[in-house]
């Protein structure tokens, strides 16, 4: 059993920063790539950030200068600092992990999501 549990999220105005933070925890033996999704009302899940075990980070282009994805594997925990936040950014966000369990089997898990509202 695994899990991931998120903090961090809120409201702020335009222009100000966030930080998300997510620790999986739980039967792990290997986490191969960690990162942020998120959803806004009416609108698909999308992809945020992501980074893999060797540090190789991945933006989608609206974040691309004012989001920055890192993590500390020996904490199992990834973080997700937000700057210059704007209104389009208000979404709910997942953390994600692609996380090996044993040697041989793995799966995605997912948290249980948290709210960024930003507006003035």
């Known amino acids: 059993q695994v899990h991931l549990v998120e903090s961090g999220g809120g409201l702020v105005q335009p222009g100000e920063s966030l930080s998300l933070s997510c620790e999986a925890s739980?039967?792990?033996?290997?986490?191969?790539?960690m990162g942020w999704y998120r959803q806004a009302p009416g609108k698909e899940r999308e992809l945020v950030a992501s980074?893999?075990?060797?540090?190789?980070?991945n933006y989608v282009d609206s974040v691309k200068g004012r989001f920055t994805i890192s993590r500390d594997n020996a904490e199992n925990t990834v973080y997700l600092q937000m700057n210059s936040l704007k209104p389009e950014d208000t979404a709910v966000y997942y953390c994600?992990?692609?996380?090996?369990?044993?040697?041989?089997?793995?799966?995605?898990?997912w948290g249980q999501g948290t709210q960024v509202t930003v507006s003035s």
């Open positions: 980074i893999t075990g060797r540090n190789i980070r």
């Open positions: 739980g039967s792990i033996f290997r986490i191969i790539t």
């Open positions: 994600n992990a692609r996380i090996y369990s044993t040697a041989t089997t793995h799966g995605d898990y």
